[in-house]
């Protein structure tokens, strides 16, 4: 109950986003760290491939995949700003990032979401219960209510499919003959 009571306004807010951003023709981008990185691969295939409709391809690209981008700039840089690093290369005003942490505190999420910002793409960050610094410089925030990590990642997933599904329901994203 407290999940619906306290983020279904920005929840909500957040799926008319993601809407815009493909009917404009613009692409997601998602982003975290461990069981984070985990379910922005799992969102981005859900746009790619598809939910629970067979229709076209939504563009989605989940920042946590490249192992040779990921590890390169981890030991040439620093892992602060592997994400970064990427979407200064592939991001583009309008496009939209999606930024999972679930203590909203993760220096290369927030490293992110400051060169998105920077970018003009809109930023959705996924936090747990404070929303972390991440807060701070998303332009929208869904703060879970809760600290255990487990019940965070959890209802971020929730979330993502909410979302997957908002869009084949009220995009038109039906397969193309």
């Not at 461990?34 to 563009?59: M, T």
């Not at 991440?134 to 879970?144: G, P, Q």
Request: proline share 1%; net charge negative.
């Amino acid at each position: 109950m407290k999940l619906a009571e306290r983020c279904s306004e920005s929840i909500e807010t957040a799926a008319k986003l993601l809407m815009e951003t493909f009917a404009r023709g613009n692409k997601i981008l998602l982003c975290g760290n461990g069981g984070s990185a985990a379910d922005a691969q799992h969102i981005a295939a859900e746009f790619v491939v598809r939910y629970e409709k067979k229709r076209r391809a939504l563009p989605a690209i989940a920042l946590t995949t490249d192992t040779s981008i990921l590890t390169a700039h981890a030991n040439d840089f620093d892992f602060d700003s592997v994400f970064a690093r990427q979407i200064e290369a592939l991001g583009n005003a309008g496009d939209t990032l999606i930024a999972i942490s679930t203590s909203g505190n993760s220096k290369n999420i927030i490293q992110a979401a400051q060169i998105a910002r920077a970018k003009n793409l809109n930023v959705i960050a996924l936090t747990g219960e404070t929303g972390g610094a991440l807060i701070d410089v998303a332009n929208l925030t869904i703060t879970v209510p809760s600290n255990v990590t487990a019940r965070i990642q959890e209802t971020h997933i929730l979330i993502g499919h909410y979302w997957c599904g908002v869009v084949e329901d009220n995009l038109n994203v039906s397969e193309s003959a």
